[in-house]
């Protein structure tokens, strides 16, 4: 592990260089959507996750692609 851990290099700011890092982050979000079908429900839940990403962009994140995992109908 390296001496840097922390968010900031501990090294003087005159001998630091510059750096971008990308990084191919992933998460899990799973919804609860009212529909008529499955196909339905995962077209709402698409729409909501588009639509809900401004946190994700003011924080420098791009959304990707959307993976649907599964549907199931509940009570």
Do not use: C, P, W
């Amino acid at each position: 592990m390296s001496k840097y851990v922390g968010t900031t290099s501990k090294v003087d700011k005159n001998h630091r260089g510059k750096y971008k890092v990308n990084f191919h982050v992933e998460f899990f979000r799973s919804l609860d959507v009212a529909a008529v079908n499955e196909k339905e429900a995962v077209e709402i839940a698409e729409q909501r996750i588009i639509q809900k990403q401004t946190a994700l962009l003011i924080n420098g994140y791009h959304l990707g692609d959307i993976e649907l995992i599964s549907v199931e109908e509940r009570d």
